[in-house]
Nanobody, 125 residues
Framework: QVQLVESGGGTVQAGGSLRLSCAAS????????MGWFRQAPGKERNFVAR????????DYADSVKDRFTITRDIAKNTVYLQMNSLKPEDTAIYYC??????????????????WGQGTQVTVSS
């Protein structure tokens, strides 16, 4: 089993920045990739970003490209999401996720095996 714990959420004004962290523990050697999803009130949970644990390859949702950056620290089993130029529409609960195998649809939540409890990000206008 793998446990994921997010931190770093909070409230920021539009145009500001936040950095989220996700620390993995347990059988982390079984992980293939880690990523972030977000869910705004009354909306579906959507893919934000993903990083391969081994190659460092990254993928982003179009809505966050050029504003968000996902990185990893293999030694610490931690993934980070640096969020810049935040907009009110970025307001959501952000969830860390991890999967054990490559998936044909890495943008779907169903591809992920483990989830964190979520951290709230609020961007005020």
């Amino acid at each position: 089993q793998v446990q994921l714990v997010e931190s770093g959420g909070g409230t920021v004004q539009a145009g500001g920045s936040l950095r989220l962290s996700c620390a993995a523990s347990g059988r982390t050697s079984t992980l293939y990739a880690m990523g972030w999803f977000r869910q705004a009130p009354g909306k579906e949970r959507n893919f934000v970003a993903r990083i391969s644990r081994f190659t460092g390859r990254t993928d982003y949702a179009d809505s966050v490209k050029d504003r968000f950056t996902i990185t990893r620290d293999i030694a610490k089993n931690t993934v980070y999401l640096q969020m810049n130029s935040l907009k009110p529409e970025d307001t959501a609960i952000y969830y860390c996720a991890a999967d054990r195998d490559p998936s044909p649809n890495q943008y779907a939540g169903s591809a992920y095996d483990y989830w964190g409890q979520g951290t709230q990000v609020t961007v005020s206008s």
